[in-house]
Nanobody, 119 residues
Framework: HVQLVESGGGSVQAGGSLRLSCVASGLSYCMGWFRQLPGKEREGVATVSTLGGSTYYHDSAKGRFTVSKDSAKNTLYLQMDSLKPEDTGVYYC????????????????WGQGTQVTVS
């Protein structure tokens, strides 16, 4: 089981930026970021394939968020720019040993989550 620890969340004003980090015990083929917005179900934000580098972004994240990884450090990042109040929620990193999917039910390794608040 992959151990994942997120950090970098916090409170920022609208238009600001945050960079989330997720240190993993090891990088799986697919790494991703999910979030749970108030009153909403957990949803995929961005994923990246470790080997091929292919990325996926939720439509709301395109152009504002960038997912990246540092394999040497076993770390996944989510750079979030131009943050909006509607981005407020708990952000989680996750990993899959198989192909990337957006459905959170298909991901078995999760971090504890980090709160992002935009006002």
């Amino acid at each position: 089981h992959v151990q994942l620890v997120e950090s970098g969340g916090g409170s920022v004003q609208a238009g600001g930026s945050l960079r989330l980090s997720c240190v993993a015990s090891g990088l799986s083929y697919c790494m991703g970021w999910f979030r749970q917005l108030p009153g909403k179900e957990r949803e995929g934000v961005a994923t990246v394939s470790t080997l091929g580098g292919s990325t996926y972004y939720h439509d709301s994240a395109k152009g504002r968020f960038t997912v990246s990884k540092d394999s040497a450090k076993n770390t996944l990042y989510l750079q979030m720019d131009s943050l909006k109040p509607e981005d407020t929620g708990v952000y989680y990193c996750a990993s899959r040993y198989r192909y990337c999917v957006a459905d959170p039910a298909m991901w078995l390794s999760w971090g504890q989550g980090t709160q992002v608040t935009v006002s």
